[in-house]
């Protein structure tokens, strides 16, 4: 379909067969309406033409303007008039035959009855005889004694009125005589009669065409019409409607210019149809045509253009009244912003107050009048509008403001439909904004490196200690019979383990706070999972005395959540008790299931003082082993936070004297 509405030939094409099918239409019926007047050819019926109502109307018409112009006196004009004196009571018409189709053909014989003058185009000496002559004639016209003799079947002295004649036409004929007839052997070269004959012609070997082009031409003009109207503007390769440099000049330019070429064309067509008796059929013929063609293009270039601007909601906006309107108001737009944005918020709303009031007090001293109460109201809607607008703007600042409070820096405001304090405002807005993100960014760069830093020095790390870890192993398997080398060789092994811990906790904590963690959420028994850690850490809570009061809920506490990294974050934890934990005391674990939440609690007392805060123990290599005595590496919140935070899990601690509490909260 976009091939067919992009098509250029078929737009061309259309174009072409839009004029001939109008033409094809219009002759058709013009062809069905003479052919109701001639019962048989024209070209053999040349008798009924001449009793036509049009034939009629011009041969009577053209006999009273000539009387008319003996009554103005062109007679008296013997030198450069229309007559010449043929001797005392006689003139020659020598210009009667130019500017009218009928008159070329008639002969007349005009006596003033009052003057005894004769007017005539024949030339004779015996009019007596001329004028016995004319009423021997078969076809004429005569006025005699105020009685019309005529076997023009159109026209008598009861319907002179039906044919477009002025009321006083008899009147006009009184005080003369006319006698007339037509020259039917000369009458084949008029016109109008040649128009219509070639018409015939056109349609002479197959009468019935004309019905069948009227329907035919309308069908097609319909889905013509219609194929335009949908791919006007449309170009191939060019995506929405394409305007040309005809469709940029102002529209009102575009119709005068192409309306006084219009004008023009039917000018031409009028001076050559008041010369058509003077000119050949086939000039006629051709001038018509060339006009109709003319004409059409200008249409043509009106119409499309019209179309494509209203295609591209473009067509009010092209009248030059507009761009001088816009012009204008622009120009007052600018230059009030400019005077609004210098003042404060506080001067404007007085200044638009006292306006507000000065305005109403006017239209208040006349508010019995109607108009009055209208521009009244009407001041009254325009003040609401323009607060309720400043509000709407004031509204959208606010909700950026919101969105960055609660962490979405990808916030920007369109400080182009803003005016005065509010576009400050949005500047400083989008200022903020810009400035988070860009911090934001910074951040997460710096946090980058620091992983990527972590993770290669961890590398190069590791090569060298599994070599020392291999190589002590392999001491350790030989008989050493010295105690102090052995006693060497462990310390050797006991802190070679710990390094390989802390690094294999740097790596891991290293991972975790940056996301790069596949995870297998899937659901598991909590309380389950308890039990087994719990298990796990016997051992080592008998070392130092700690006992465990584990308080669980009648039923099975199911959560989502990674097995393998819940098991890592409760382990963390449990581990931290067993190190830090002061001997001989209890340990408090409570899972709790509510309707909304369900909460681990996890509670002990510290061997050591701790003088922290609890967002400081959080950090990476914070212990609250202040001698840092202990084998831990200060990551084990740490990793359990990042963990659990991967996982959407609340992980906080709170420590209050020496009772370190951790808590861990799902939401349902």
């Avoid at 404060?344 to 006349?366: C, M, N, P, R, V």
């Amino acid at each position: 379909m976009e091939k067919v509405r992009n098509s250029a030939f078929l737009k061309i094409l259309s174009y072409a067969l839009i004029p001939i099918l109008v033409a094809t239409f219009i002759l058709s019926i013009l062809y069905l309406n003479l052919k109701e007047n001639y019962e048989g050819d024209i070209g053999t019926q040349k008798e009924q033409y001449v009793q036509s109502e049009v034939f009629a109307d011009q041969y009577v018409s053209s006999i009273i303007y000539n009387i008319n112009r003996i009554k103005l006196g062109h007679v008296s004009i013997e030198d450069n008039g229309i007559y010449d004196k043929i001797d005392e009571n006689i003139y020659y018409d020598r210009a009667y035959n130019y500017y009218n189709d009928i008159e070329s053909f008639i002969k007349y014989i005009i006596v003033d009855n009052v003057s005894n003058v004769i007017y005539t185009n024949i030339q004779s000496n015996n009019f007596e005889e001329e004028i016995k002559h004319f009423t021997e004639k078969e076809f004429y016209w005569n006025y005699e004694n105020g009685t019309i003799q005529t076997n023009i079947t159109k026209v008598n002295q009861d319907n002179i009125k039906y044919m477009n004649l002025p009321i006083q036409g008899l009147e006009t004929l009184s005080g003369f005589n006319v006698y007339t007839y037509l020259d039917l052997n000369a009458f084949q070269y008029s016109s109008t009669y040649a128009i219509q004959l070639a018409l015939f012609g056109a349609f002479d070997r197959n009468p019935n065409l004309a019905e069948v082009l009227i329907p035919v031409s309308v069908v097609l003009l319909v889905i013509i019409i219609s194929y335009l109207l949908w791919a006007i503007g449309h170009s191939k390769g060019k995506g929405g409607i394409t305007l040309n440099s005809i469709d940029r000049i102002p529209y009102e330019i575009l119709v005068t210019i192409f309306g006084i070429i219009l004008f023009s064309i039917c000018v031409i067509i009028a001076e050559v149809m008041m010369m058509y008796a003077s000119i050949s059929v086939n000039l006629l013929l051709s001038t018509l045509f060339l006009s109709y063609i003319g004409a059409y293009i200008c249409l043509a270039i009106i119409v499309v253009s019209t179309i494509k601007r209203l295609k591209a909601k473009q067509f009010w906006r092209s009248f030059l009244v507009y761009k001088i309107y816009k012009k204008i108001k622009n120009a007052i737009t600018k230059r009030a912003n400019k005077v609004l944005d210098k003042s404060d918020s506080q001067k404007k709303i007085i200044i638009g107050y006292i306006a507000f009031i000065f305005a109403s007090s006017i239209l208040g001293f006349t508010f019995f009048t109607g108009i009055s109460c209208i521009l009244l109201i009407a001041l009254w809607i325009f003040v609401l509008y323009k607060l309720l607008e400043y509000n709407k703007k004031l509204n959208q600042i606010k909700s950026a403001l919101r969105e960055i409070y609660n962490g979405n820096n990808n916030v920007y405001l369109d400080t182009e439909t803003l005016r005065g304090t509010l576009k400050e405002l949005a500047t400083y807005v989008n200022d903020v904004s810009n400035g988070f993100s860009n911090a934001v960014q910074e951040s997460l760069k710096s946090e980058r490196l620091r992983t990527e830093l972590i993770t290669n020095v961890s590398h190069d790390i590791k090569t060298p200690l599994t070599s020392i870890i291999n190589y002590v192993d392999l001491i350790k398997r030989e008989d050493i019979q010295d105690e102090k080398i052995n006693e060497y060789v462990k310390v050797l092994d006991q802190k070679s383990q710990r390094l390989k811990k802390l690094i294999d906790d740097l790596v891991e904590a290293s991972k975790a706070s940056s996301g790069n963690v596949k995870l297998n959420i899937e659901e598991m028994n909590l309380d389950e999972l308890l039990k087994q850690v719990i298990g796990e850490f016997e051992d080592k809570f008998e070392e130092k005395n700690l006992s465990v009061d584990l308080n669980l809920p009648g039923e099975n506490v199911k959560i989502f959540a990674d097995n393998r990294y819940m098991y890592r974050i409760i382990e963390n934890l449990f581990s931290n008790i067993s190190k830090y934990s002061m001997e001989n005391t209890r340990v408090y674990i409570d899972l709790i299931n509510t309707r909304d939440a369900i909460k681990l609690e996890i509670k002990n007392v510290s061997k050591e003082r701790l003088n922290i805060s609890a967002d400081e123990l959080m950090q990476r290599f914070v212990r609250g082993d202040k001698s840092r005595y202990t084998e831990g590496s200060g990551l084990g919140l740490s990793i359990a936070e990042s963990l659990a935070g991967l996982q959407n899990i609340e992980f906080k601690i709170e420590i209050d004297g020496d009772l370190f509490k951790t808590i861990l909260q799902w939401d349902k």
